[in-house]
């Protein structure tokens, strides 16, 4: 699987955007970007997830370059309860045997 | 929504006891999994189930058991807890079909298990 690289934390205010980038430089064709967050003590959550195009749910948006070495995560509009740490991860989508693992992740705070 | 519930959000067990811990989900999907959290080391895949009565070892299921009778419930089980299986415990599924993806995860609250 392709490695990812994320800052270990960022700051953003209430009501901006939070911009979460993620490099993945090893990406290969059939490899979809993956983000899910983690609230303190709770279970991950499913964010969103791509291959090339760019994509967007109720949750946020998924930016992925075009030489798909690098992708950003959106949260249009932070709250407090946006606070956690964020996860990207690269894998096969379909026909995967094996489970999730995730890397230290970005540790989002926001700001009141 | 997705919704997987796990039975218990604390659990305090004493070495040597027979632990279960119930999982269940309730949008019809056929792959369940079992992980364990923990500090340093991340998310690591104990068991997964592709269908009723099947498993599969994950990367570390020494220690542990499943069981899938129904679709939508899936057990772990620690024959003889021990003190190094003090861990949150984390309960996914998810749907394999060709349009949706397999690491599309929906996880319950977790459970976290004290073995004393």
């Known amino acids: 699987d392709a490695k990812t690289t994320q800052p270990p934390s960022m700051d953003c205010a209430e009501g901006r955007a939070a911009n979460l980038p993620c490099n993945h430089s090893?990406?290969?064709?059939?490899?979809?970007v993956y983000w899910y967050r983690q609230i303190h003590s709770q279970g991950p959550q499913y964010i969103i997830h791509?291959?090339?195009n760019n994509e967007t749910n109720e949750m946020a948006s998924l930016i992925i370059t075009e030489d798909r070495k690098s992708s950003t995560l959106i949260l249009p509009h932070a709250t407090l309860r946006d606070t956690a740490v964020y996860y990207c991860?690269?894998?096969?989508?379909?026909?995967?045997?094996?489970?999730?693992?995730f890397g230290k992740g970005t540790h989002l705070i926001i700001q009141p | 929504d997705v919704k997987v519930t796990q039975s218990s959000r604390y659990l305090v067990k004493r070495t040597g006891e027979k632990v279960f811990l119930e999982c269940v989900q309730d949008?019809?999907?056929?792959?369940m999994f079992w992980y364990r959290q923990d500090p340093g080391l991340g998310l690591r895949l104990i068991y997964f189930?592709?269908?009723?009565?099947?498993?599969e070892k994950g990367d570390i299921p020494e220690g542990y058991s499943v069981s899938r009778e129904k679709k939508e419930r899936f057990s772990l089980i620690l024959e003889s807890a021990s003190t190094n299986q003090t861990s949150m415990y984390l309960c996914?599924?998810?749907?394999?079909?060709?349009?949706?993806?397999?690491?599309?995860?929906?996880f319950g609250p977790g459970t976290r298990l004290t073995v004393t």
């Open positions: 090893t990406i290969s064709g059939n490899e979809y």
């Open positions: 949008m019809d999907h056929e792959n």
């Open positions: 996914a599924s998810s749907s394999p079909g060709l349009t949706t993806s397999r690491y599309e995860q929906y």
């Open positions: 189930s592709y269908d009723v009565k099947m498993k």
């Open positions: 791509g291959l090339k």
């Open positions: 991860i690269v894998r096969v989508a379909y026909g995967g045997a094996d489970g999730l693992t």
